[in-house]
């Protein structure tokens, strides 16, 4: 079982990156999908959640408004729309899927609460 994101890389303040998790192994659509970020010398954060159905999202207040959730399960995919990005975005960038497998998002944002994860993408954002 494996998560792949991609879609990272460097871009200038104010400007816009969409991120994919597509998974190997499984069928994204029994699973909410989370994005977490984390940079050198932090905690990872939770960024985003969507739900299996995709009817229910959340967002982390430092992103809301420029971010958005969605997937697209025909496609095995969950994106994440990033703009009007700014320097403190910049972070290694990972979705993973929640230890219950409910189809809902953890009303924590504690990355303990998930399992399997990607090995990440970095996202720049610098001028």
């Known amino acids: 079982v494996q998560l792949v994101e991609s879609g990272g890389g460097l871009v200038q303040p104010g400007g816009s990156l969409r991120l994919s998790c597509t998974p190997s192994?499984?069928?994204?659509?029994?699973?909410?999908i989370a994005w977490f970020r984390q940079t050198s010398g932090k905690e990872r954060e939770e960024v985003s959640c969507i739900t299996r159905s995709g009817g229910t999202t959340k967002y982390a207040d430092s992103v809301k408004g420029r971010f958005t959730i969605s997937r697209d399960n025909a496609k095995n995919t969950v994106y994440l729309q990033m703009n009007s990005l700014k320097p403190d975005d910049t972070a290694v960038y990972f979705c993973a899927t929640p230890k219950i497998r409910d189809g809902e998002c953890p009303k924590t944002s504690d990355k303990d609460d998930y399992d399997y994860w990607g090995q990440g993408t970095q996202v720049t954002v610098s001028s």
């Open positions: 192994g499984f069928p994204l659509n029994l699973y909410a």
